[in-house]
């Protein structure tokens, strides 16, 4: 079955620790993406890739890094100095760049941080 | 600035009854309309997607969206709902052109009941 992954379901971490969340797809897609959710605001872009070796920031980008090595991975650090971690967070991913394509969604990860 | 707006962040139904998601969205470009279904603590599935063509789009699950660009409006349809619709639907907005960035509204909670 192709799909994309993501791992942990739910992570706890404490406050002051960076904390990595992994994004797996078997798609073949160029293009991954992260998504942070918060109740009420829906989705928000933090970073996203569309070839490997390569990737742009979203428009919630600061707090986060992201590498982009394989293109079959994109995982996202939470990194010490994002304010408020607490979230919802999707990875996603699209065949292609070109603005034609559906994204797919993977089931997330929940991160709470205290 | 693109921008997504849900009316209703909450619409209560009972079972068997038609229900409407209101969805507008602003741009002066050519866009490209989705909704998506998130059913609790998993990731997003596409419902349906406006691209060009025909107004009147048929999804998944029984529903459709008409897209309306005079008021600049996307709103997603069923004319019976059952308990298992009980989700969240996010309506996201692509502009032509560009990189494959969605812009996705708050969110409205969609609760069936008996």
């Known amino acids: 079955d192709g799909g994309i992954t993501q791992s942990p379901k739910y992570l706890f971490r404490k406050e002051g620790q960076n904390v990595t969340l992994s994004c797996e797809q078997n798609l073949n897609h160029d293009a991954m993406y992260w998504y942070r959710q918060d109740p009420g605001q829906g989705l928000r872009l933090i970073y996203y890739s569309q070839i490997v070796n390569d990737f742009q920031k979203g428009d919630i980008a600061e707090g986060y890094s992201v590498s982009r090595e394989k293109k079959e991975s994109f995982p996202l650090t939470v990194t010490s100095a994002q304010k408020n971690p607490t979230a919802f967070y999707l990875c996603?991913?699209?065949?292609?760049?070109?603005?034609?394509?559906?994204?797919?969604f993977g089931p997330g990860t929940r991160l709470t941080v205290t | 600035a693109q921008s997504v707006t849900q009316l209703d962040s909450q619409v209560p139904v009972f079972e068997e009854a038609p229900v409407e998601l209101r969805c507008n969205y602003s741009?002066?470009?050519?866009?490209?309309l989705f909704w998506y279904v998130q059913y609790p603590n998993q990731g997003l599935q596409l419902l349906l997607k406006?691209?060009?063509?025909?107004?009147l789009v048929k999804g998944i699950n029984g529903f459709e969206a008409e897209f309306n660009k005079s008021q600049t409006s996307f709103h997603l349809r069923k004319p019976s709902v059952h308990i298992s619709d009980t989700a969240e639907y996010f309506c996201?907005?692509?502009?032509?052109?560009?990189?494959?960035?969605?812009?996705f509204g708050a969110g409205t909670r969609l609760a069936v009941h008996p």
């Open positions: 996603a991913s699209s065949i292609g760049p070109v603005s034609f394509y559906e994204q797919y």
């Open positions: 406006y691209l060009s063509g025909s107004t």
């Open positions: 996201a907005v692509r502009m032509s052109g560009g990189y494959n960035k969605l812009i």
């Open positions: 741009s002066s470009v050519s866009v490209y």
